[in-house]
Nanobody
Framework: QVQLVESGGGLVQPGGSLRLSCAAS????????NGWYRQAPGKQRELVAS????????DYAQSVKGRFTISRDNVKNTLYLQMNSLKPEDTAVYYC??????????WGQGTQVIVSS
């Protein structure tokens, strides 16, 4: 079992930046690939960025590629998402979790990101 606590969200103008953090408990989060997901009003939750357990490889959804950067600190058991050039379409609640078959069915509260002028 893993406990996930997301933070760092807020209100930002288009073109602005935010850095999200995910504090995770347990070895399961550390030894498998992790990801950032988001869910906008009226939409399904989607995976926007993922990173291997070692941090050697990353993948991004086309909608955020070139603007977001995922990273991890395995000593602190923390996952990060640097979000630049934010657009109104990025408005959503952002969550962290393992990806693929090792994703937990229990999600954290998430952190709200609102991009608006």
């Amino acid at each position: 079992q893993v406990q996930l606590v997301e933070s760092g969200g807020g209100l930002v103008q288009p073109g602005g930046s935010l850095r999200l953090s995910c504090a995770a408990s347990g070895i399961m989060f550390r030894i498998y690939a992790n990801g950032w997901y988001r869910q906008a009003p009226g939409k399904q939750r989607e995976l926007v960025a993922s990173i291997t357990s070692s941090g050697s490889s990353t993948d991004y959804a086309q909608s955020v590629k070139g603007r977001f950067t995922i990273s991890r600190d395995n000593v602190k058991n923390t996952l990060y998402l640097q979000m630049n050039s934010l657009k109104p379409e990025d408005t959503a609640v952002y969550y962290c979790n393992n990806v693929g078959r090792y994703a937990s069915e229990y999600w954290g509260q998430g952190t709200q990101v609102i991009v608006s002028s």
